[in-house]
């Protein structure tokens, strides 16, 4: 099984609004990650947690608060957004963070700020 | 610096082969893998190569040539559903993307 699941898949959300977008999975992955991907361009890393702590920040901005309450669990926080920050959010896993491990993405959470 | 590059756009008839390179130039290098993406879709994991050489999964098979930073992937006997996005992404401490190659398939 090498599922990622993300809630919800469509997401409309106006620029005061608050809203969390949820991953899970279940393979005993030790190292999620959050993507964040416009239309035809490849996926641009947004945080990396290893082991439920936070191991890398790709400098996103503080509207984006990631949250990883455990080992199966990876939430994404997002507060007075923009609307260049609509796209497609995608949420990944991997055995650990290690650069030789697969990805396993979820089918992502498709977001309009307006 | 870091650079990956593929073509942006490929296409192909249904029952023929089809070639998508990927070059890259890095200083670090911990394999490269290929991912596949439908449209609105999450991508899929394809191949990860890290020796040299060609792997074969199927219809799917991938090389790479690290001395020379380029690798491709073979996609035999096509069919209408590989119409998709394919990306390489190279691993150096994190995965480096390419922009992805649109393939087309015609009947």
């Known amino acids: 099984d090498t599922e990622v699941t993300q809630t919800p898949k469509h997401l409309v959300m106006g620029m005061t609004n608050k809203k969390s977008l949820k991953c899970e999975q279940h393979?005993?992955?030790?190292?999620m990650y959050w993507y964040k991907q416009k239309a035809k361009k490849p996926p641009e890393l947004m945080f990396v947690?290893?082991?439920?702590?936070?191991?890398i920040n790709e400098s996103v901005p503080s509207r984006f608060s990631p949250e990883c309450p455990n080992s199966s669990l990876l939430n994404l926080h997002l507060h007075a957004l923009q609307p260049e920050d609509s796209a497609l959010y995608l949420c990944?896993?991997?055995?650990?963070?290690?650069?030789?491990?697969?990805?396993?993405f979820g089918p992502g959470t498709r977001l309009l700020v307006l | 610096g870091q650079n990956i590059d593929q073509p942006t756009e490929m296409t192909a008839t249904e029952g023929a082969i089809v070639q998508i390179n990927c070059t890259y130039q890095?200083?670090?290098?911990?394999?490269l893998f290929w991912y596949q993406q439908h449209a609105g879709e999450a991508p899929t994991f394809l191949s990860y190569?890290?020796l040299d050489g060609l792997e074969e999964k199927g219809r799917f098979s991938s090389f790479l040539s690290r001395s020379k930073g380029y690798s491709y992937l073979l996609l035999k006997e096509l069919q209408m559903k590989d119409s998709a996005s394919y990306l390489c992404?190279?691993?150096?401490?994190?995965?480096?993307w390419g922009a992805g190659t649109k393939l087309i398939i015609k009947p």
């Open positions: 190569n890290v």
């Open positions: 947690y290893s082991y439920e702590k936070l191991s």
């Open positions: 992404a190279y691993s150096n401490y994190q995965l480096i």
């Open positions: 393979m005993g992955h030790r190292a």
């Open positions: 990944a896993s991997s055995r650990t963070s290690g650069d030789q491990e697969t990805q396993y």
């Open positions: 890095t200083s670090g290098f911990n394999g």
